[in-house]
C-alpha cells in the first residue's frame, strides 16, 4: 500500500472525522481541472457531481484562479462591518442588475446556503412583523435549524436533531409524476390557510424553482405565477430558493426567469463563487433595509476572496455563455439518456430543464415503484469506472446530472457511455 492510498486515508478519516459527515465515494482527491479529478492514487474522473452543484465554471477556472490569486496578494480578510473593500460593493452591484424584476435591488452576502435562507426568513419577519413561513414537501434549505425547519425531509436530513423552529409550515410540491398536481397543491394551500395559519401571520412562502436534493421536480411557470397572485393578495412575500439552481445551470441565469415572476428575496450560493465559500440574499431594496444596522452580518460574510473569485465567475458566465452551454449540454445528456431508456426499463422519467437533469429510476417502468436499491448500486458501479454521480430525491431513487457548464463534449460523451456501462452492471 502506498503511502497516500485511498484506503489508508479512508481509515485515518474513520478515526478522525465524525460519522454524521456522509462521504459518497472514499476517493480522495488530489487535483482537478474543469470537469475532471485524479485521486491520490493518480485515477481519474469524470465529474458529473460538481461539488453538488458549485462548480458551473468548472474546477479551477483560469479567469476565478487569477482573481483570487490577485486578491490574495491584497489582503485576506478584515470583515467587512470593520473596514469594508471595493469588491463587496462592486459585487453587490452587479447582482442587483442581474437577478429578474425592474423593483431596485440590495444584496447581503454571507458564507453558505444555509446562512442565506436563514437570513431571508430574518429579513422577512423583520419587514412584515410576521412570523409564519410556508415551505414545501421534498425541498431543502440547510442543515441549520432553521433550514431543517424549513426542510420537507426528515431522513437523513432531521432525524434526532429537534425540536424545529416554530411556526413553519409544509406544503405538497406539484410533481405530476409522483401524481402531485398543481391544483392539489394550491387547494393543500387553502386548507393551511384554513386550518393553521391565516395569511395575515404568514411572512413568507420559501421555494426552489426546481426541487434540487428532492429530486429535480421543476416549479411550473402558472405554479410560481400562483403563488406570486397569493402573496401579492395577502402581503406574504415570496423567496425563491435558487442556491442549485442559480448561475445558468437550468439554461438561464436563474430558474425563475421561466416564470416570468419577480420575486420579493432570492437565496443564492453554490455557483456564486467558483468553489469558494459565498451566499448571497437579494431582494427589493424596501424589503431588504427592514433590518436594523448590527442585525446582519459575519465574520466571514463576503469575503474579500470569495467576491473576487464572483466577479470572476459573473464575467465567465457572460463571456463563455454558459446560459446556451447549459441548454446544448441538457440536450445531448437527455438525449443519450432516452437512447438507454429504450435498452432498459427502468428508466421511469427524465426531466429538468437546461443542464439541470435528472433520471428517475423504478421498477417494471412503473412510477409507483421506486428503486432506491438499484440507485445506490449505479453511483456505486460508476465510482469504480471513474464517473461521480449524484443521486437524490424524496424516495432516494433519481440521479442528478450536475457537470461543469464547461465541460466538452467529447468528456460527457464519455462519461454517459461510462453510464450506460455501470446501469448494465448494476442490473446484473
Not at 97 to 108: D, E, F, I, S, W
Not at 223 to 252: N, P, S, W, Y
Not at 274 to 288: C, D, N, R, T, W
Amino acid at each position: 500500500m502506498s503511502q497516500s492510498s485511498n484506503q489508508q486515508w479512508q481509515a485515518r478519516r474513520e478515526a478522525a472525522v465524525v460519522q454524521g459527515v456522509g462521504t459518497l465515494l472514499p476517493a480522495f482527491i488530489e487535483r482537478a481541472s474543469n470537469a475532471e479529478l485524479w485521486d491520490v492514487e493518480g485515477k481519474r474522473y469524470i465529474d458529473f457531481a460538481s461539488g453538488i452543484a458549485v462548480l458551473n465554471t468548472g474546477h479551477n477556472h483560469p479567469k476565478v484562479i487569477a482573481a483570487v490569486r490577485d486578491q490574495l496578494e491584497k489582503f485576506s480578510h478584515t470583515c467587512f462591518q470593520v473596514t469594508p473593500y471595493p469588491g463587496y460593493i462592486e459585487l453587490a452591484e452587479r447582482l442587483n442588475a442581474l437577478v429578474p424584476g425592474p423593483t431596485p435591488k440590495r444584496t447581503l452576502f454571507l458564507s453558505t446556503g444555509a446562512e442565506a435562507v436563514e437570513n431571508a426568513i430574518k429579513i422577512a419577519r423583520a419587514h412584515t412583523g410576521r412570523s409564519g413561513v410556508i415551505a414545501f414537501k421534498g425541498g431543502f434549505h440547510g442543515r441549520t435549524m432553521m433550514g431543517m425547519a424549513l426542510t420537507g425531509k426528515v431522513v437523513p436530513y432531521k432525524v434526532g436533531f429537534g425540536p424545529f423552529p416554530g411556526e413553519v409550515y409544509h406544503l405538497p410540491f406539484p410533481a405530476d409524476y409522483l401524481g402531485v398536481s398543481e391544483e392539489s397543491a394550491l387547494t393543500a394551500l387553502e386548507g393551511l390557510f384554513a386550518a393553521d395559519i391565516e395569511p395575515a401571520r404568514v411572512a413568507a412562502i420559501i421555494i426552489e424553482p426546481v426541487q434540487g436534493e428532492g429530486g429535480f421536480y421543476p416549479a411550473s411557470p402558472s405554479f410560481l405565477q400562483a403563488l406570486r397572485r397569493v402573496c401579492d393578495q395577502h402581503g406574504i412575500l415570496l423567496i425563491c430558493d435558487e442556491i442549485q439552481t442559480g448561475f445558468c445551470r437550468t439554461g438561464k441565469t436563474f430558474a425563475t426567469e421561466y416564470s416570468g415572476i419577480e420575486p420579493d428575496i432570492m437565496t443564492l450560493a453554490k455557483s456564486l463563487a467558483g468553489g469558494f465559500p459565498l451566499s448571497a440574499v437579494v431582494g427589493k431594496s424596501e424589503v431588504m433595509n427592514a433590518a436594523k444596522p448590527g442585525g446582519l452580518g459575519g465574520t466571514y460574510a463576503g469575503s474579500p476572496i470569495a467576491c473576487a473569485a464572483a466577479l470572476a465567475v459573473l464575467d465567465v458566465l457572460e463571456e463563455e455563455q454558459l446560459n446556451q452551454k447549459a441548454q446544448a449540454q441538457g440536450e445531448l445528456i437527455k438525449s443519450r439518456l432516452h437512447r438507454i431508456g429504450e435498452r432498459f426499463d427502468c428508466i421511469g422519467q427524465i426531466r429538468g430543464p437546461g443542464a439541470m437533469v435528472a433520471m428517475e429510476l423504478v421498477k417494471n417502468g412503473d412510477a409507483g415503484q421506486p428503486d432506491p436499491d438499484l440507485t445506490k448500486r449505479l453511483v456505486a458501479e460508476a465510482g469504480k469506472r471513474g464517473l461521480i454521480l449524484l443521486s437524490c430525491g424524496v424516495r432516494a431513487n433519481v440521479i442528478r446530472f450536475l457537470a461543469p457548464l464547461t465541460a466538452p463534449v467529447a468528456l460527457l460523451e464519455e462519461g454517459l457511455a461510462i453510464l450506460e456501462q455501470s446501469l448494465e452492471a448494476a442490473l446484473a
